[in-house]
């Protein structure tokens, strides 16, 4: 996963749950923690449920789920 790639799932996130979604994360681990560093922590656990779409040069289209680019590390 690129850095652009891990700030803009953080950041969709992150107003995910400022919108009032539920957090993923069990309650204990979330005192004193703001929007951006439960979003921060769920993609560290990797428990979010998200894909990411990539063009290649040549118009394809590659989809990934977090789980697969967490297996590739």
């Known amino acids: 996963m690129t850095k652009y790639e891990r700030t803009r ?8 749950l400022s919108l009032g979604a539920p957090p993923l994360l069990p309650k204990e681990k979330l005192k004193g923690m703001n929007e951006l560093q439960i979003a921060e922590a769920e993609l560290d656990n990797g428990v979010l449920p998200m894909l990411i779409y990539r063009k ?13 680019l967490n297996k590739a590390k």
């Open 9 to 16: 799932i953080i950041g969709a996130r992150a107003l995910q």
């Open 56 to 68: 290649k040069p040549n118009g394809e289209t590659q989809v990934l789920s977090l789980s697969e």
